[in-house]
């Protein structure tokens, strides 16, 4: 009988956090809604700080400066087949997740610095190979550092999944 009254105890307390749960995610649904409806047909106007921050944080621009400052750039990296991919049991791997705005992540989603990348990748262009072969996933070998490198595309841009993201740049060298 305890164990009766145990359960539906439960059940009643958990049907309650979700009711509260589902209650909050439905006012931030339409707290999103609201918002984008206000601002759906206003174009963005930018200020000019906020275009010399974007000329400034230009990805490509930013990873030049860091190539040319960089000693230690793997030279002997190249794009290989699957069935390659972990032939070597010297080897390391490393799986990698390429977004679309650029950002290289970890398999713990920590962007790489471009220094790490420079270090790891070298100057293997991973964007331009997904758009030259139209594939999701690419496989990578560093002779100099002994990894297989697993780069997987997501469809998206990293900086939308970071939330509070206040729009200033990050040194991330």
Same mark, same amino acid.
């Given at each position: 009988?305890?164990?009766?009254? +145990?359960?539906?105890?439960?059940?009643?307390?958990?049907?309650?956090?979700?009711?509260?749960?589902?209650?909050?995610?439905?006012?931030?649904?339409?707290?999103?809604?609201?918002?984008?409806?206000?601002?759906?047909?206003?174009?963005?106007?930018?200020?000019?700080?906020?275009?010399?921050?974007?000329?400034?944080?230009?990805? +490509?621009?930013?990873?030049?400066?860091?190539? +040319?400052?960089?000693?230690?750039?793997? @030279?002997?990296?190249?794009?290989?087949?699957?069935?390659?991919? %972990?032939?070597?049991?010297?080897? =390391?791997?490393?799986?990698?997740?390429?977004?679309?705005?650029? *950002?290289? *992540?970890?398999?713990?989603?920590?962007?790489?610095?471009?220094? @790490?990348? +420079? @270090?790891?990748?070298?100057?293997?262009? *991973? %964007?331009?190979? &997904?758009?030259?072969?139209?594939? =999701?996933?690419?496989?990578?070998?560093?002779?100099?550092?002994?990894?297989?490198?697993?780069?997987?595309?997501?469809?998206?841009? &990293?900086?939308?999944? @970071?939330?509070? %993201?206040?729009?200033?740049?990050?040194?991330?060298?």
């Amino acid at each position: 009988m305890d164990k009766l009254i +145990a359960g539906l105890i439960g059940a009643a307390l958990g049907a309650t956090v979700m009711y509260f749960l589902m209650k909050k995610k439905d006012e931030v649904e339409e707290e999103i809604i609201t918002l984008s409806d206000i601002h759906k047909d206003k174009p963005v106007e930018h200020t000019e700080e906020d275009r010399e921050i974007l000329e400034n944080c230009s990805l +490509a621009k930013y990873r030049e400066k860091v190539m +040319a400052t960089v000693s230690d750039i793997s @030279q002997n990296v190249f794009m290989i087949d699957i069935d390659e991919h %972990g032939s070597n049991p010297e080897y =390391d791997e490393i799986e990698l997740t390429y977004y679309l705005d650029g *950002v290289i *992540v970890d398999d713990m989603d920590d962007p790489l610095t471009d220094k @790490q990348i +420079a @270090q790891n990748l070298g100057n293997f262009d *991973v %964007g331009a190979k &997904f758009e030259e072969l139209n594939t =999701d996933l690419i496989f990578l070998q560093n002779d100099d550092l002994k990894t297989y490198y697993e780069v997987a595309k997501v469809p998206y841009e &990293f900086h939308v999944l @970071q939330l509070g %993201g206040g729009g200033e740049c990050i040194d991330v060298t």
